[in-house]
């Protein structure tokens, strides 16, 4: 079958290079396919985002507002957005989770990741991010009553259990919208975070959707992790390290440092909800069977918070 996109992509490269070598990529839970584009002085990745399907406008305008906020983002190499087409700087193929599975400790990476998350949190809001607010949290959770259940669990939930369901999660998200509010990513986690050959600092990809929404929320995106399990004792260790930087009019809200990381414990399970969606939906709608593999473990961790909260939720608790 033609690959018309690839085609396209590749008429626009000549443009741009006289010589060029194209290979893919990993793809990522949306529309947007990435390429490796050699060229005999340097390495690229090529961002195809068909316009039909998806705006770079933000990606565009979100790496650069990061970027002046001192986080390490792709520079924007050349770019075209009626065809959808960016070339990005390359970071390179190791990304946390890859660097993980080779290496014992992380420890530099854990410093490096929330140096740069402290920069994000004190960032202004100068691009007007939209709010992550409660009927958002609802219509992410929505989502595993709408893929999860059916296509996982084999059953539908009727009128009354969605209710229920719910009705038991609106507190929820009353109490974690009530948190003071910073810029997040909202996909800070060990694939989004890679460690290119020259060290660090970390580069940042997939920073297109942030948002204003919980301090705590990239926190918990990265130490309740959905592809990774660190020992609960690692999580706190560097959640205090967090806390103890943390901007002392966020800190401040927080009693103490028990606190705090049981807003990040609330705020990791209304993500892992989420994502159980997620994962379903890519998996059954997109074809993209690989994420059911990751299924068991976020499970895994909705069920230890749940525990941990002393939580019921109807059509969750095991």
Known sequence: MSDLRLEQAKRWLAEQFSHF????????ASFRRYFRVSTAEETYVLMDAPPEKEDVSPFIHICEWLSQNQLCVPKIIIRDQSQGFLLLEDFGDVTWAVYLKENSTVEHLFKDALQQLHHLQAAPNTLKLPCFDIQRMQRECDLYLDWYLPHIQGTTPNSKERKQFHNALQPLFKTIHSLPQAPVHLDYHSRNLMVPEI??????IDFQDAVIGPVTYDLASLLYDCYQDYPESERRQW???????LHEKHQAYFQDFETWHQAVRLTSLQRHIKVLGIFARLAHRDGKTHFLDEIPLTYQHCMQELKVLSLQIPLLNA
Do not use: C, N
Not at 199 to 204: A, E, N, S, T
């Open 21 to 28: 070598d194209i290979q893919t990529l990993a793809g990522d």
């Open 199 to 204: 060290g660090l600092p970390l580069g940042i």
């Open 239 to 245: 959640s205090l390290y967090f806390f103890a930087a």
